[in-house]
């Protein structure tokens, strides 16, 4: 037997997967090398490993190169994330091919020139209808984006599940659908319209929106409660970029009379909480509705609920999974306006648009996604957004109902290529030696 001490450890295992047979290793062939797998170098999970490279090589002789003794105290502070990178057990294992797909999708819907920037709201009509941006990413942390991904936008009702989120994770299922309904409504988002028990339909809609708004920290003043979710979002979004557009405030307060219209129907049918003042709560939904992101960081809050709750890139346990589970079956069932039921049946996905041009697409355990692009159809959907996640349904077997096993028409990312393969081949040698002839 050999002594225990010879069995490589995980650091020289890495050190020996990236190095290919040579003695040292150029830092930045490593940092490629793990941008493959989906990581980023600014990942939050990993700056003791990049803080220890960068001051390593401040005391290296050409400041490139590191032995494998430098390499290993590199890397050994987190040597777990990065085993797991490097041996592909990632949800997306193959990553640079699932991207390569994802850009073709991408420039496909790039060449639709339909729809209208919504200009209600006179800030979202100075936004260029050229602007289209995605970005994804899994519950593993893994990151791509291709287009204006770094383009601040307000997210509008792209805020809407995610304040309801907010309001179960601090109150319940129970207590919140005291206030407001689960049906899609079947009519207009904007509509005076209320069901049988005089509630809103359900959170997703403006009347269901703004009763959830009034939910949040109500014994709090305003200034109090926006710091509480824009806190939450900032979770939510790993500590990326999360902002506040005022001009986009105001205007939304000044051509707000449907939404006064609204509030004022729901205060005659007493649909808001004990001693709530109804303009205070239009005022913070307003607010609410203004508050920017960019396709980057919403793709992590997006990611936060594929992952149940979790933020990927933090590891910290932002919502509760009664919260994330309800928020993505209201989302299913009626995210996308009138277009609910259609979006259902062919994407099968967690979602949600605004008419910024945003909407936030959830794969359950797999990865979240923000498409961007402010041309909407007659709906108020993004014209390119929808065209994207229809391919990427068409492509990938990521569709509510896909069956994982017998999908043969379509990609499953979250298999390596050879797996099936391997795995028959495995299958039939175990029938033979057990005599199993059917098999």
């Given at each position: 037997?050999?002594?225990?001490?010879?069995?490589?450890?995980?650091?020289d295992?890495l050190?020996?997967?990236?190095?290919?047979?040579?003695?040292?290793?150029?830092?930045?062939?490593?940092?490629?090398?793990?941008?493959?797998?989906?990581?980023?170098?600014?990942?939050?999970?990993?700056k003791?490993?990049?803080?220890?490279?960068?001051?390593?090589?401040?005391?290296?002789?050409?400041?490139?190169?590191?032995?494998?003794?430098?390499f290993?105290?590199?890397?050994?502070?987190?040597?777990?994330l990065?085993?797991?990178?490097f041996?592909k057990?990632?949800?997306?294992?193959?990553?640079p091919s699932?991207?390569?797909?994802?850009?073709?999708l991408?420039?496909?819907?790039?060449?639709?020139?339909?729809?209208?920037?919504?200009?209600?709201?006179?800030?979202l009509?100075?936004?260029?209808?050229?602007?289209?941006?995605v970005?994804?990413?899994?519950?593993?942390?893994?990151?791509?984006?291709?287009?204006?991904?770094?383009?601040?936008?307000?997210?509008?009702?792209?805020?809407?599940?995610?304040?309801y989120a907010?309001?179960v994770?601090?109150?319940?299922?129970?207590?919140?659908?005291?206030?407001?309904?689960?049906?899609?409504?079947?009519?207009?988002?904007n509509?005076?319209?209320l069901?049988?028990?005089?509630?809103?339909?359900?959170?997703?809609?403006?009347?269901?929106?703004?009763?959830?708004?009034?939910?949040?920290?109500q014994?709090?003043?305003n200034?109090?409660?926006?710091?509480?979710?824009?806190?939450?979002?900032?979770?939510?979004?790993?500590?990326?970029?999360?902002?506040?557009s005022?001009?986009?405030?105001?205007?939304?307060?000044e051509?707000?009379?449907?939404?006064?219209?609204?509030?004022y129907?729901?205060?005659?049918?007493?649909?808001?909480?004990?001693?709530?003042?109804?303009?205070?709560?239009?005022?913070?939904?307003?607010?609410?509705?203004?508050?920017?992101?960019?396709?980057?960081s919403?793709?992590?809050?997006?990611?936060?609920?594929?992952?149940?709750?979790?933020?990927?890139?933090?590891?910290?346990?932002?919502?509760s999974?009664?919260?994330?589970?309800?928020t993505?079956?209201?989302?299913?069932?009626?995210?996308m306006y009138d277009?609910s039921?259609?979006?259902?049946?062919?994407?099968?996905?967690?979602?949600?648009?605004?008419?910024?041009g945003?909407?936030?697409?959830?794969?359950?355990?797999?990865?979240?996604?923000?498409?961007?692009?402010?041309?909407l159809d007659?709906?108020?959907?993004?014209?390119?957004?929808?065209?994207?996640c229809?391919?990427?349904?068409?492509l990938?077997?990521?569709?509510?109902?896909d069956?994982?096993?017998?999908?043969?028409?379509k990609?499953?990312?979250?298999?390596?290529?050879g797996?099936?393969?391997?795995?028959?081949?495995?299958n039939?040698?175990?029938?033979?030696?057990?005599?199993?002839?059917?098999?």
């Open positions: 037997k050999r002594p225990a001490a010879v069995l490589p450890s995980l650091e295992l050190f020996h997967t990236v190095a290919e047979g040579q003695e040292t290793i150029p830092a930045h062939k490593f940092l490629t090398a793990l941008k493959a797998t989906g990581l980023r170098t600014g990942d939050p999970r990993l003791e490993c990049m803080d220890t490279i960068k001051e390593t090589l401040r005391n290296t002789t050409d400041g490139v190169t590191l032995d494998r003794h430098l290993k105290k590199c890397v050994q502070s987190n040597i777990v990065l085993t797991q990178a041996r057990k990632f949800v997306i294992p193959d990553f699932f991207t390569t797909l994802i850009d073709e991408y420039e496909t819907a790039k060449n639709l020139n339909e729809g209208q920037v919504a200009d209600y709201i006179p800030q009509a100075k936004f260029s209808p050229d602007l289209w941006a970005s994804l990413c899994t519950v593993d942390g893994q990151r791509h984006t291709v287009g204006d991904t770094k383009v601040p936008f307000c997210m509008q009702s792209c805020v809407k599940p995610l304040k907010v309001a994770h601090d109150h319940g299922t129970e207590y919140v659908h005291s206030f407001i309904g689960k049906e899609p409504s079947g009519l207009r988002f509509k005076l319209f069901d049988e028990d005089d509630k809103p339909h359900n959170p997703m809609v403006n009347a269901g929106a703004i009763v959830c708004t009034s939910l949040i920290k014994s709090e003043g200034a109090e409660k926006f710091d509480y979710v824009m806190n939450f979002l900032k979770k939510m979004a790993g500590n990326e970029y999360v902002g506040f005022n001009a986009t405030f105001q205007s939304e307060r051509s707000g009379d449907r939404n006064f219209a609204i509030g129907y729901l205060k005659e049918k007493k649909c808001f909480p004990e001693g709530v003042d109804m303009t205070t709560v239009l005022d913070l939904y307003f607010q609410l509705c203004s508050i920017e992101v960019t396709c980057e919403a793709s992590v809050m997006a990611a936060t609920l594929a992952n149940g709750g979790i933020c990927p890139i933090t590891g910290e346990r932002v919502l999974p009664e919260a994330v589970r309800n993505l079956s209201l989302m299913h069932s009626c995210g277009f039921g259609q979006f259902a049946f062919h994407v099968g996905l967690p979602a949600k648009s605004g008419v910024s945003g909407i936030l697409l959830v794969v359950p355990n797999v990865m979240g996604i923000m498409c961007w692009s402010p041309p007659s709906v108020g959907n993004s014209v390119r957004g929808i065209q994207f229809t391919d990427l349904v068409e990938f077997n990521f569709h509510n109902y069956n994982l096993r017998h999908c043969a028409k990609h499953d990312p979250r298999r390596e290529g797996d099936l393969q391997v795995k028959s081949v495995i039939l040698l175990f029938a033979a030696y057990t005599g199993d002839v059917s098999a």
